[in-house]
């Protein structure tokens, strides 16, 4: 085996992704897609667990965010938090959430302020015994300190803030 030849297998999503220097970093890249994806199912299956089976995972995110520290929100702010730069999509799911009766909202002069509705808090409520009781129950098991989750969740927004970079850098060429 030559000397520069790694003797780990390389776990990568698209093997022309990842010849040459900063090879590991589509290692990163394809544990973000299962991630993402594994994340995706879950907070579907767990929001179905707590008796809503019709929303989307941005839906989802969307109410758990209009619901955040019982603050009212505008649209420009849920996108704000969730990173999200289609505005549409986000609109779109606050509509739906509005028709299903889990928001409200307010029109304050030019601006629209939502809210959870008492529904929608009571599902963000289920929602979350169903993940302390299927998620951080089994999390608790893993040989992973707090400390060592908060440095994954800092790594991951600097991986975020690294990924919008060069996403305006790409967006230039």
Not at 71 to 100: G, P, Q, S, W
């Amino acid at each position: 085996m030559p000397e520069n030849t790694d003797p780990k297998r390389r776990i990568v999503s698209s093997r022309h992704l990842a010849e040459g220097d900063g090879w590991e970093s589509s290692e990163v890249e394809y544990g973000m897609i299962i991630a993402y994806n594994a994340f995706s199912r879950w907070m579907t299956r767990c929001m179905s667990a707590a008796g809503n089976t019709d929303l989307t995972p941005l839906e989802i995110l969307v109410l758990h965010n209009a619901n955040h520290r019982g603050r009212d929100k505008r649209l420009t702010d849920i996108c704000f938090l969730l990173n999200i730069e289609d505005t549409h999509t986000v609109n779109y799911a606050l509509r739906k959430l509005m028709k299903m009766e889990l928001l409200t909202s307010d029109k304050r002069g030019k601006e629209v302020f939502y809210s959870t509705s008492e529904t929608g808090s009571a599902l963000c409520e289920a929602y979350r015994v169903v993940r302390e009781r299927c998620f951080l129950d089994g999390l608790s098991r893993l040989d992973i300190s707090s400390e060592e989750m908060r440095d994954i969740a800092a790594s991951l927004r600097a991986f975020s803030g690294q990924y919008d970079q060069a996403s305006r850098a790409a967006a230039s060429l």
